[in-house]
């Protein structure tokens, strides 16, 4: 996903963007340029790592000026290259823009712009705001005038930073489907993607909505509606330490985020038990009103969700359909106002997940969200937002995040059915007991991580890998099997165990790994039935199983991993850390780019 970084002060402003640069490069990225305002525009665009627009600008000393917006772009139209990377300038080099989002009319625009005459340099979508911003210029003479006229011309997703030669004391910012916020300093102030690129600066900040538009100068901040109105906004105050967003001292991002488990369950729990009860402080909600559950949400989100169906299901005696936000937003959903759609996203910005969001409202679901980053847009446009308080989470391949994601979704079942009766009391006090145990039980796990460091030594060098278990183990098998594919590029499925006879066991061949998947111990005896299956076959099996059933796995397979024993809705918040773990050093050993994979960016904001 793109990052964007602008700054209005007394200071350099290049040093500064590509500092704040540096703190978006986790988002993932192919490209990146910074453009400063003195008397004229003075753009550089480096394609592939940060490092090479630092080197090609002496770390922003070549572009003299306190003015100045900068970029890293995840090409989505045109290559990855120094004429696609943003800022684009207009063609009489008096606007300068930085764009994060697709305009999806960019190709009928650029054909009116050059029937007026106007060059194109790039390939890209977002050149066309640039070229377009000068023509309406002509007209309206301000920028704020000429902006307002792009906006009403464009559609699709924007983020835009925006700074002018002719004004050098202000510069614009406005956003529509993808994140932007302005932060508040003293004598300057900033525009950026997420809060990880100024939170070194400032802690004061606000977060634009859809429509609105921002004239940041030094001296103060002027925020406008869709019609042009003025309007004033809540600020927001960070809380979290600044080396929240730093490695301290580990080699990767996702092995600290994975370290950090133990914490950041505390923070997701902790507030949420109160004298041996499940509470959701300052829920408006009555949640035992509804018939169904939809749970909507992508990727590991998707997974958290999938566990969620069979515990709730389980629990509360309702159904849960769980679908991928991008397919709900095309199959015309049956939604009613008797549905309770459950929105789940890390980033809270994921566009597929933010259009089903949407989707949903409209067709009458009320909307609760279970979101990571706080006054993101998901979380904003819920009905009711549960945050999940894992801290910044830096690494593309969630691992924090999707814990503390099950953890509250598990409290939520647990409160949920403890509403509608369909446990008993001695039940609830048990879930609720386990709960408050899970942090600790993580800590264990984490201390045992040699072991699943000596496994990956094992098996790093496979290019197929299946993940196989039923019930709850195959909704933790799909997350496992993510993990592996999205940082070590190895192949690889998850399947219900059952399944496997189906088809998918024509695969399995001698020396195949299986990672045999038996902590749902009510199937425990399945799960042994299908190590054999495959056993039989030549496969090499790694197993994860629970502590009171390790023995009698370890006599079948080659492998054998273990969890603290639960109460069974907890079982994947144990059973995911060693899958995480182990696609975290299987990858290590593969010399991967684990924190930015290849290809992958950590919010999608496009489709
Ligand atoms: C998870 O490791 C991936 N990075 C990806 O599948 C992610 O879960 C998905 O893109 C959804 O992101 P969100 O939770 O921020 O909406």
Same mark, same amino acid.
């Given at each position: 996903?793109?990052?964007?970084?602008?700054?209005?002060?007394?200071?350099?402003?290049?040093?500064?963007?590509?500092?704040?640069?540096?703190?978006?490069?986790?988002?993932?990225?192919?490209?990146?340029?910074?453009?400063?305002?003195?008397?004229?525009?003075?753009?550089?665009?480096?394609?592939?790592?940060?490092?090479?627009?630092?080197?090609?600008?002496?770390?922003?000393?070549?572009?003299?000026?306190?003015?100045?917006?900068?970029?890293?772009?995840?090409?989505?139209?045109?290559?990855?290259?120094?004429?696609?990377? !943003?800022?684009?300038?207009?063609?009489?080099?008096?606007?300068?823009?930085?764009?994060?989002?697709?305009?999806?009319?960019?190709?009928?625009?650029?054909?009116?712009?050059?029937?007026?005459?106007?060059?194109?340099?790039?390939?890209?979508?977002?050149?066309?705001?640039?070229?377009?911003?000068?023509?309406?210029?002509?007209?309206?003479?301000?920028?704020?005038?000429?902006?307002?006229?792009?906006?009403?011309?464009?559609?699709?997703?924007?983020?835009?930073?925006?700074?002018?030669?002719?004004?050098?004391?202000?510069?614009?910012?406005?956003?529509?489907?993808?994140?932007?916020?302005?932060?508040?300093?003293?004598?300057?102030?900033?525009?950026?993607?997420?809060?990880?690129?100024?939170?070194?600066?400032?802690?004061?900040?606000?977060?634009?909505?859809?429509?609105?538009?921002?004239?940041?100068?030094?001296?103060?901040?002027?925020?406008?509606?869709?019609?042009?109105?003025?309007?004033?906004?809540?600020? !927001?105050?960070?809380?979290?330490?600044?080396?929240?967003?730093?490695?301290?001292?580990?080699?990767?991002?996702?092995?600290?985020?994975?370290?950090?488990?133990?914490?950041?369950?505390?923070?997701?729990?902790?507030?949420?038990?109160?004298?041996?009860?499940?509470?959701?402080?300052?829920?408006?909600?009555?949640? *035992?009103?509804?018939?169904?559950?939809?749970?909507?949400?992508?990727?590991?989100?998707?997974?958290?969700?999938?566990?969620?169906?069979?515990?709730?299901?389980?629990?509360?005696?309702?159904?849960?359909?769980?679908?991928?936000?991008?397919?709900?937003?095309?199959?015309?959903?049956?939604?009613?106002?008797?549905?309770?759609?459950?929105?789940?996203?890390?980033?809270?910005?994921?566009?597929?997940?933010?259009?089903?969001?949407?989707?949903?409202?409209?067709?009458?679901?009320?909307?609760?969200?279970?979101?990571?980053?706080?006054?993101?847009?998901?979380?904003?446009?819920?009905?009711?937002?549960?945050?999940?308080?894992?801290?910044?989470?830096?690494?593309?391949?969630?691992?924090?995040?999707?814990?503390?994601?099950?953890?509250?979704?598990?409290?939520?079942?647990? !409160?949920?059915?403890?509403?509608?009766?369909?446990?008993?009391?001695?039940?609830?006090?048990?879930?609720?007991?386990?709960?408050?145990?899970?942090?600790?039980?993580?800590?264990?796990?984490?201390?045992?991580?040699?072991?699943?460091?000596?496994?990956?030594?094992?098996?790093?060098?496979?290019? *197929?890998?299946?993940?196989?278990?039923?019930?709850?183990?195959?909704?933790?098998?799909?997350?496992?099997?993510?993990?592996?594919?999205?940082?070590?590029?190895?192949?690889?499925?998850?399947?219900?165990?059952?399944?496997?006879?189906?088809?998918?066991?024509?695969?399995?061949?001698?020396?195949?790994?299986?990672?045999?998947?038996?902590?749902?111990?009510?199937?425990?005896?399945?799960?042994?039935?299908?190590?054999?299956?495959?056993?039989?076959?030549?496969?090499?099996?790694?197993?994860?199983?629970?502590?009171?059933?390790?023995?009698?796995?370890?006599?079948?397979?080659?492998?054998?991993?273990?969890?603290?024993?639960?109460?069974?809705?907890?079982?994947?918040?144990?059973?995911?850390?060693?899958?995480?773990?182990?696609?975290?050093?299987?990858?290590?050993?593969?010399?991967?780019?684990?924190?930015?994979?290849?290809?992958?960016?950590?919010?999608?904001?496009?489709?």
């Amino acid at each position: 996903m793109c990052g964007i970084v602008g700054y209005i002060g007394n200071r350099q402003a290049a040093p500064l963007l590509l500092e704040g640069l540096s703190r978006l490069e986790y988002r993932g990225y192919d490209s990146a340029g910074i453009c400063v305002a003195n008397g004229e525009l003075h753009v550089e665009k480096a394609k592939g790592r940060l490092q090479n627009l630092a080197e090609k600008t002496q770390n922003g000393a070549l572009l003299p000026g306190t003015l100045g917006i900068g970029h890293t772009r995840w090409a989505t139209h045109g290559q990855p290259n120094d004429v696609n990377s !943003h800022p684009h300038l207009s063609e009489n080099g008096k606007v300068a823009i930085v764009h994060n989002g697709i305009i999806e009319n960019y190709l009928e625009l650029r054909e009116y712009l050059e029937a007026k005459g106007i060059r194109f340099t790039s390939e890209t979508d977002s050149e066309v705001v640039a070229q377009l911003l000068e023509v309406c210029m002509q007209e309206t003479g301000t920028v704020m005038d000429a902006l307002y006229m792009v906006l009403h011309r464009i559609s699709g997703a924007y983020a835009l930073g925006i700074i002018s030669a002719d004004e050098p004391d202000v510069m614009y910012a406005a956003r529509k489907d993808a994140p932007l916020l302005i932060g508040f300093g003293a004598g300057e102030n900033f525009i950026a993607s997420d809060v990880t690129a100024l939170v070194r600066h400032t802690r004061d900040v606000v977060y634009l909505e859809d429509g609105e538009v921002a004239a940041v100068s030094r001296g103060g901040v002027q925020i406008y509606n869709a019609m042009g109105q003025p309007i004033e906004k809540e600020h !927001h105050h960070i809380d979290w330490e600044i080396s929240a967003a730093e490695k301290g001292g580990y080699e990767h991002f996702m092995l600290k985020e994975i370290m950090e488990e133990p914490e950041a369950l505390r923070r997701a729990i902790s507030p949420r038990i109160r004298e041996g009860r499940v509470v959701f402080d300052g829920m408006q909600m009555d949640l *035992s009103g509804y018939a169904r559950i939809m749970i909507i949400a992508c990727g590991s989100s998707y997974h958290v969700g999938m566990v969620g169906k069979y515990n709730i299901e389980k629990l509360c005696r309702i159904p849960v359909e769980v679908i991928l936000a991008s397919e709900f937003r095309y199959c015309d959903p049956i939604i009613d106002e008797k549905t309770l759609a459950v929105v789940i996203s890390q980033s809270g910005e994921t566009l597929d997940t933010m259009a089903a969001l949407r989707e949903a409202k409209r067709r009458g679901a009320k909307i609760l969200s279970i979101v990571n980053v706080v006054g993101s847009s998901i979380a904003r446009e819920s009905d009711e937002v549960i945050y999940t308080y894992a801290g910044p989470e830096i690494a593309v391949a969630t691992t924090k995040a999707y814990s503390t994601q099950m953890a509250v979704l598990d409290l939520l079942a647990i !409160h949920l059915a403890g509403l509608r009766g369909t446990i008993d009391e001695a039940q609830y006090r048990s879930f609720v007991d386990a709960a408050a145990r899970i942090p600790e039980q993580v800590s264990e796990i984490l201390n045992d991580r040699d072991r699943i460091q000596y496994y990956a030594s094992l098996y790093f060098n496979h290019d *197929s890998v299946f993940f196989i278990g039923r019930n709850l183990d195959y909704a933790l098998g799909l997350e496992g099997s993510l993990k592996l594919k999205e940082i070590s590029y190895i192949h690889s499925e998850a399947y219900a165990s059952g399944e496997l006879k189906h088809g998918t066991i024509s695969l399995i061949e001698p020396g195949t790994l299986v990672v045999a998947l038996g902590t749902y111990t009510p199937l425990f005896e399945k799960a042994m039935s299908n190590v054999i299956e495959v056993k039989a076959r030549g496969a090499n099996v790694l197993a994860l199983t629970t502590a009171s059933n390790c023995a009698e796995m370890e006599k079948r397979v080659d492998a054998i991993l273990s969890i603290p024993d639960t109460e069974l809705p907890l079982l994947p918040l144990l059973g995911v850390v060693p899958l995480q773990l182990f696609a975290y050093y299987v990858a290590l050993q593969r010399g991967c780019d684990i924190d930015k994979p290849r290809n992958l960016a950590k919010s999608v904001t496009v489709e």
